[in-house]
């Protein structure tokens, strides 16, 4: 071992010794993981996007239809992810397909409100001048209202990634693979290091996606025309972008 | 020719709510008409029959002869201009995307519809280089309700609808915009259904003037005969005990100047044309033919002058003396005490 390496070891405790130890010897496996694990949330939301935006369109039309498909994305939200998993083994098998349809599952409650209400909060003046200048239902759909709901259907899916992200590792129980996989074997081998380590890289993931949309959001919301405290990333972005 | 007519129109909202009740006008074409009354009286709800955001529960509404019912109310609310109070820009759109607005939807050519924008912007005295792109929060609202303007006109509508255009601006605003739109009412030769609730800018803007109690129409007349002979307590309280001041706010010079200046006032009309005009008290300004007898007597009386000469393109054309002004008035007054 290196001397600089003892003499770090002699000035921290040794348990984040053992943890940076882990790191070191397992860079490659963890970087290909995390990849792994950002792969699966993408896909799910890759499909949970558009089938959440449509419901959330569709319910604008028939306010009883909203609460119920709302209340029904609420009540995916109190199911325990380990028993959906098992739920939906018998149908779809192991490995990633269940995990895809259940993190589907349980975005869809965010992305369907924020479509929701984003859409309520069009400003109705806006609408009707569309309306009046002879703007068909779809073209005011496309043209203004989703466009100016744009910011806040992005909170949603800011939100939903976050949830994911936390969810997908329960999904390596069945073998979907991804950061789970490290948890999973820490807690069977009582290996701490793992878990820490896998841990903290999925926050790292979580929070820098969340991010990342965060800006997405603010740049939406700065081209509706809105007024915000800017985030320095934000303010980065527009630098590069002008 | 009428463009609009409405023939026994009924408007019974769901929650039974009567809204407008047998209602027969017609919109001569070219014209600028204002549907005047008190909030709730359904002047808003006629307006809204001619572009169908309501259909009449009875009796018809016509399009340039057409029942309106017949039309395909997407093709027909391109052809009708409409700008309403609260303006309803489109805030993630740039002030060219906004106005560009009907066109597109009618599939234009792209370089017709740059061209039409910048057209447009030019009559709303917002020049394209420096607006085109702005966002409209970034605009005063004056400018973007001559943004939302500017919209209306983009696809050169048959009918331009106004619901409250400058209900929502400054009193100072207003009034600019007022006048601004007044000289591109005379450029655009686009028939107008203007809705308000102030007799003063119905006196104002309007050609013809359709004063409407709770659901019923109760006088369409032009603003100076309706100040003339208001013909019911409903109207005359309307209109107000400043009956005569409006009076001359809606009388052109025009109307009452001498185009032979008599001899009499050689001095003024040569020192308009000198530009040194100064009457006993101070500077006197010259008025236009269009503008109001109203303006022309405060300008006598702020001048201390007994006339003013009328200037049209640099040249004296005539002379609106404070006699003439009086007269006109009394006339019309006693005109309608005889009748």
Redesign the interface.
């Known amino acids: 071992m290196l001397p600089t390496v003892a003499s770090n070891a002699a000035v921290t405790p040794a348990f984040i010794g053992s943890y940076l130890q882990y790191v070191r010897d397992n860079s490659g496996e963890l970087i290909s993981l995390t990849l792994q694990h950002f792969d699966i949330v993408a896909l799910a939301i890759a499909i949970a996007v558009p089938v959440g935006v449509t419901l959330g369109v569709l319910i604008t039309f028939n306010d009883r239809a909203a609460t119920v498909v709302i209340w029904l994305a609420g009540i995916m939200m109190t199911v325990p992810s380990i028993a959906l998993f098992g739920l939906l083994i018998p149908i779809l098998g192991i490995g990633n397909p269940p995990v895809i349809v259940a993190l589907v599952l349980y975005s869809q409650l965010p992305i369907i409100r924020n479509t929701y209400v984003g859409l309520q909060q069009v400003d109705p003046a806006a609408v009707e001048a569309g309306e009046g200048l002879g703007m068909s239902r779809i073209e005011r759909l496309r043209r203004v209202q989703l466009p100016i709901a744009l910011p806040v259907i992005m909170a949603g899916v800011r939100n939903a990634v976050v949830i994911l992200i936390g969810i997908a590792a329960i999904g390596a129980f069945i073998g979907a693979g991804g950061l789970g996989n490290p948890i999973f074997s820490g807690i069977s081998q009582a290996q701490t290091a793992r878990i820490v380590v896998a841990t903290i890289l999925l926050s790292g993931l979580a929070l820098s996606v969340d991010y990342m949309l965060g800006i997405v959001e603010q740049l939406l919301r700065l081209r509706n025309g809105e007024d915000i405290d800017q985030s320095v990333g934000t303010r980065a972005c527009r630098r590069v972008i002008s | 020719m009428s463009t609009i007519e409405f023939d026994n129109a009924t408007k019974v909202y769901d929650d039974g709510t009567v809204a407008i009740e047998n209602l027969s006008f017609e919109v001569e074409e070219g014209t600028t008409t204002v549907l005047v009354g008190p909030s709730g009286c359904g002047k808003t709800t006629t307006m809204k029959l001619v572009?169908r955001?309501e259909d009449p529960t009875e009796g018809t509404v016509y399009f340039e002869g057409e029942d309106i019912e017949t039309l395909d109310s997407?093709?027909?609310?391109?052809s009708i201009g409409?700008v309403?109070q609260?303006?309803?820009?489109?805030?993630?759109m740039s002030v060219a995307e906004n106005v560009a607005?009907?066109p597109e939807?009618k599939g234009w050519d792209a370089e017709d519809i740059d061209d039409r924008v910048d057209e447009l912007l030019e009559l709303m005295d917002l020049p394209p280089a420096e607006y085109r792109d702005q966002?409209?929060?970034?605009l005063s609202g004056g400018q973007r309700q001559r943004v939302?303007v500017a919209?209306?006109l983009a696809a050169d509508p048959d009918v331009l609808?106004m619901d409250e255009p400058f209900g929502a601006l400054d009193p100072i605003t207003r009034e600019n915009l007022q006048d601004e739109f007044l000289d591109i009412q005379e450029r655009i030769d686009t028939t107008i259904l203007f809705v308000t609730h102030s007799i003063d800018e119905a006196l104002k803007m309007g050609d013809k003037i359709a004063i409407f109690d709770v659901g019923e129409l109760v006088r369409y007349d032009t603003p100076a005969n309706i100040l003339e002979d208001p013909g019911s307590e409903f109207v005359a309280d309307f209109i107000g005990a400043d009956r005569t001041l409006k009076q001359l706010q809606v009388t052109q010079v025009r109307d009452v100047m001498h185009r032979d200046v008599p001899a009499t006032y050689d001095h003024l009309v040569e020192a308009v044309t000198n530009g040194s005009a100064t009457g006993t008290d101070g500077a006197l300004v010259p008025v236009e033919p269009s503008d109001s007898t109203q303006t022309a007597l405060s300008r006598i009386i702020q001048a201390g002058a007994e006339a003013i000469p009328v200037v049209q393109d640099g040249r004296v054309v005539g002379i609106a003396t404070e006699e003439a002004i009086r007269e006109d008035t009394s006339d019309r007054r006693q005109s309608h005490e005889v009748a």
């Open positions: 572009n955001l997407i093709e027909l609310r391109r409409y309403i609260e303006i309803g820009l489109f805030d993630h607005t009907v939807l966002y409209p929060t970034e939302g919209r209306a609808l």
